[in-house]
């Protein structure tokens, strides 16, 4: 059966759409609320962006959430802002199961609060069997921490020739 997308759209469709999400804070500031109420925004149309990926086709949905930079942000800020990211995951666990949709995360997982883990490994196991879009959200994701991630890993690969 054709896509949404195929049926109105002949043009070919990326199978990877990545996201920068920026400027919540801005976009708050120009209407004279706080932050958080533009990460809210920012986390309602996360739902938005998911459910048209699903829509159209898309295989994989790849979200730049959280850096590691953002850590150094006002406490209170980082703390609302793993609030907002605990209760979206509780709140889309059944819509991703019934939508197909499997929960990937990259980045240093280790470093959130552990509630907010504990969600994470609950909607990554419990949607692992989903096939029709993968959801890739990188929290606590640097260029810098990867390539020590990745160097780390390599030396873990390297036998000694005998
Ligand atoms: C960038 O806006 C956005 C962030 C640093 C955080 C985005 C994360 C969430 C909304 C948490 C929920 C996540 C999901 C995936 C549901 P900014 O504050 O840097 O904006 P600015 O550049 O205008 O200051």
């Known amino acids: 059966?054709?896509?949404?997308?195929?049926?109105?759209?002949?043009?070919?469709?990326?199978?990877?759409?990545?996201?920068?999400m920026d400027g919540n804070g801005r976009w708050a500031q120009q209407r004279h609320r706080p932050r958080l109420f533009g990460h809210k925004a920012g986390a309602d149309s996360v739902r938005e962006a998911v459910e048209t990926a699903r829509e159209i086709?898309?295989?994989?949905?790849?979200l730049y959430a959280f850096s590691t930079e953002n850590w150094r942000r006002p406490g209170l800020e980082v703390k609302g802002l793993m609030t907002l990211l605990k209760t979206y995951l509780k709140?889309?666990?059944?819509?991703m199961k019934k939508n197909g949709i499997?929960?990937?995360?990259?980045g240093q997982k280790e470093r959130l609060p552990d509630d907010v883990r504990k969600m994470l490994d609950k909607v990554i196991a419990e949607t692992e069997h989903c096939s029709k879009l993968r959801l890739n959200l990188c929290l606590s994701y640097g260029s810098r921490t990867e390539m020590i991630e990745l160097s780390r890993r390599s030396v873990g690969n390297v036998h000694p020739v005998s």
């Not at 086709?57 to 790849?62: A, D, E, P, Y």
């Not at 709140?91 to 819509?95: A, K």
Request: aromatic fraction near 6%.
């Open 102 to 106: 499997r929960l990937q995360c990259f």
């Open 1 to 20: 059966m054709k896509t949404m997308h195929e049926t109105c759209y002949p043009a070919p469709l990326p199978k990877h759409v990545a996201i920068i």
């Open 57 to 62: 086709g898309v295989r994989h949905l790849t």
């Open 91 to 95: 709140s889309e666990l059944d819509t």
